[in-house]
C-alpha cells in the first residue's frame, strides 16, 4: 500500500471514525444518494454526451451536491501566455478565496487562492489511454491530470495539491505530492 493515497483499511473503516462521516445522518444521506441517482438518471454507455454537456448535465450538479456551490472558475489558465494548460475548472475552499482569485490581474495567479483542480472528459471516455479520434484531445486524460498538477503546484505556490479527473462516471482523485506518479 505505500505510495497510495488511501489505504484499504481507511476506506472500510477507517473513515467511519472521521467527524464528518460520523455527523451523516442515514437520512441526510438518502436524500444525496437520490440526488446522485436523479443526476446520472437516463444516461448508460449508449450516451453521447460530449465533454461541455457532461460538465453541465453530470459535473456541475455532482459539485452543487458535495455542497461545493459556485465556489469555483472555469477555464483558469496555468499558462502566463499560451492556452495550452488551461484545467476546466480551478476550485476554491470557500467563496472568499474566489473573491480573492477575481481580484488577481494574471488567470496563473488565481491558482494562489484555489484548493483543487478538476478536469472534465467526455461521458464514459477512458481516462488511462490516449484517443486519436479527438481531434483537439487526443492524449491519455491521466497524463494530462499529472501535467497539470505540477503547473498549478508552482502557479499555486503549493496551494493547490488535489485534482480531479472524471468522464462523469468515473471519478478520480490526484493529490501532487504522491509518492509514485503511476499511482
Known sequence: MQGQLFTQDFLTRGVTETPPYQALT???FAVFRQALQSVFSGLDSASTINEAQTEQVI???VLAQLGWGDDYLP????SGKRREDVPDVLLFPNSQSKAAALTEAKDDRRYRHGLAILEA??????LDRGDSTEAFDPDA???QMLRYLSRADVASDRAVK????TNGAVWRL??????????
Open 26 to 28: 442515514d437520512s441526510a
Open 59 to 61: 459535473i456541475e450538479k
Open 75 to 78: 477555464q483558469v489558465n496555468l
Open 121 to 126: 472528459k467526455r461521458w464514459l471516455r477512458p
Open 141 to 143: 486524460p491521466s497524463s
Open 162 to 165: 488535489w485534482g480531479l479527473l
Open 174 to 183: 490526484y493529490w501532487q505530492d504522491a509518492r509514485s506518479r503511476a499511482e
